[in-house]
């Protein structure tokens, strides 16, 4: 069993040594590792770093019969936290049952400073957390919102305000090491009744965009389910009056689906309404400006990158998710990955 151990650690030391230029200080601490009895060890995260990473800020593995997790310190390339690849070593006496298994990267409490200027933060867009009759994309059905939840806890993602990011971009503060902004457009009623428990569970929070003559409607949320989640630390923010594309409407009708909705909200919630989402992702230059001028501090668009900054703070990037697409499909377009093993089905599940 120890050699298949030290095995496995030499080809991740192999593949850490092809992607990045590591010190000969954690190459050795790692190789002291090796020689440990496997039943002091009960736990080990292993840090593969990405082609990006330049340099390990510190390395430090703290090892004993007592400890749950052996901790290897952040690698940091750029002021961005890189990938970590966990694995956990079960070990009983150096027997057949030896086991190698995947250990989840759970949300970590560290922060980073990031900003100001240009900080990697996904947001994903959602719409329906329901199961769709025709497989529209438009639907995320439950059982796959919450894989897709779980995924992101295993992987070690924080859910972050849009404030913080504003604040972020604007004068630099703290963020997790993988800050994530999830958000849902429209105010459907299972936004509540489905995502909202699936979220608490896993101590995620997000971001409500309210159509404002659809609250209270059927089928939609009110303000005392809005309220609720505000009051979990959830976010709140605009997506018009009425849902209507904003380029196609002249001057007077801009202002009202824009401003109008906006205090319509503040007065319904009692709450600050600071962001606002172009409905169907559509906007232009006097769109925008209106938007700007009417005292959001930022908007949400369409997009399909991470990267979010001064030059596109009233054009966020949203990467909707499409509920046509597996958990695997799911996962490629996350900036941070970790252990694939959370992909397949049949392994147990970890719980928060």
Avoid at 307 to 328: E, I, Y
């Amino acid at each position: 069993m120890k050699n298949r151990v030290t095995a496995y650690f030499l080809s991740i030391l192999s593949s850490v040594k092809e992607h990045a230029r590591v010190n000969s200080k954690l190459l050795l601490q790692i190789f002291v590792l090796l020689t440990v009895p496997l039943n002091t060890i009960r736990a080990l995260q292993v840090v593969q770093a990405k082609t990006t990473v330049q340099t390990f800020e510190s390395a430090s593995f703290v090892n004993s019969t007592n400890s749950e997790v052996t901790h290897a310190s952040r690698a940091l390339s750029n002021n961005r936290p890189v990938d970590f690849y966990p694995v956990s070593i079960r070990s009983g006496l150096g027997n057949d049952s030896d086991l190698l298994a995947p250990l989840p990267i759970q949300p970590s409490t560290d922060l980073i400073f990031q900003g100001p200027g240009t900080v990697l933060v996904p947001i994903l867009l959602y719409h329906r957390i329901d199961r769709s009759l025709t497989d529209s994309q438009y639907y995320v059905s439950p059982d796959e919102f919450e894989e897709q939840m779980k995924l992101l806890w295993d992987w070690g993602y924080t859910t972050i305000s849009t404030e913080l990011l504003v604040k972020a971009i604007e004068e630099g503060t703290d963020l997790p090491l993988r800050p994530i902004i999830i958000t849902f457009d429209d105010g459907h009623l299972n936004n509540y009744t489905n995502a909202f428990p699936v979220m608490k569970k896993y101590g995620f929070t997000g971001t409500l965009y309210i159509v404002g003559k659809y609250m209270g409607t059927p089928e939609y949320m009110n303000a005392e389910q809005i309220r609720e989640m505000v009051a979990d630390g959830w976010d709140v923010g605009s997506h018009s009056m009425s849902h209507l594309d904003l380029t196609s409407l002249d001057p007077q009708q801009q202002q009202y689906e824009i401003v109008e909705s906006r205090r319509f909200l503040e007065t319904e919630l009692g709450i600050p309404i600071q962001t606002f989402s172009y409905p169907f992702g559509v906007k232009d230059t006097t769109v925008v400006n209106l938007t700007y001028s009417a005292g959001y501090t930022a908007a949400m668009g369409t997009g399909y990158t991470y990267d979010q900054g001064t030059s596109n703070l009233f054009a966020l990037q949203r990467r909707g998710v499409n509920g046509t697409r597996d958990l695997n499909a799911f996962a490629s377009v996350l900036p941070w990955q970790g252990d694939a093993v959370y992909l397949l089905a049949n392994l147990p599940a970890s719980s928060p």
